[in-house]
Nanobody, 120 residues
Framework: QVLLVESGGGLVQAGGSLRLSCAASGRTFSNYAMGWFRQAPGKEREFVAAIRWSGNSTYYADSVKGRFTISRDNAKNTVYLTMNSLKPEDTAVYYC?????????????WGQGTQVTVSS
């Protein structure tokens, strides 16, 4: 079992920045690839970014490429999502998730989410 707890969400103006954190506990964090997803009101959950267990490989949704950066600190059992140049359409609940197989479709564990609201 891996317990994931997100933090760092909040209200920010368009063009601003936020850094989300996801703290993991339980099974060995460094064994898992990590991802960030988001879900806006009335929309389906969508993929945002993912990072390999080692941190040496990442990939992003086109909608956030160049603005968001995923990173991890295995010593702190934490994964981060740094979000710059935020837009109102980035408003959503952001979730982190863990998976055994980097790049796969399935994620094994999910956090409860943190709200990000971007005002225009």
């Amino acid at each position: 079992q891996v317990l994931l707890v997100e933090s760092g969400g909040g209200l920010v103006q368009a063009g601003g920045s936020l850094r989300l954190s996801c703290a993991a506990s339980g099974r060995t964090f460094s064994n898992y690839a990590m991802g960030w997803f988001r879900q806006a009101p009335g929309k389906e959950r969508e993929f945002v970014a993912a990072i390999r267990w080692s941190g040496n490989s990442t990939y992003y949704a086109d909608s956030v490429k160049g603005r968001f950066t995923i990173s991890r600190d295995n010593a702190k059992n934490t994964v981060y999502l740094t979000m710059n140049s935020l837009k109102p359409e980035d408003t959503a609940v952001y979730y982190c998730a863990a998976q055994r197989d980097y790049g796969g479709v399935m994620y094994d564990y999910w956090g409860q989410g943190t709200q990000v609201t971007v005002s225009s």
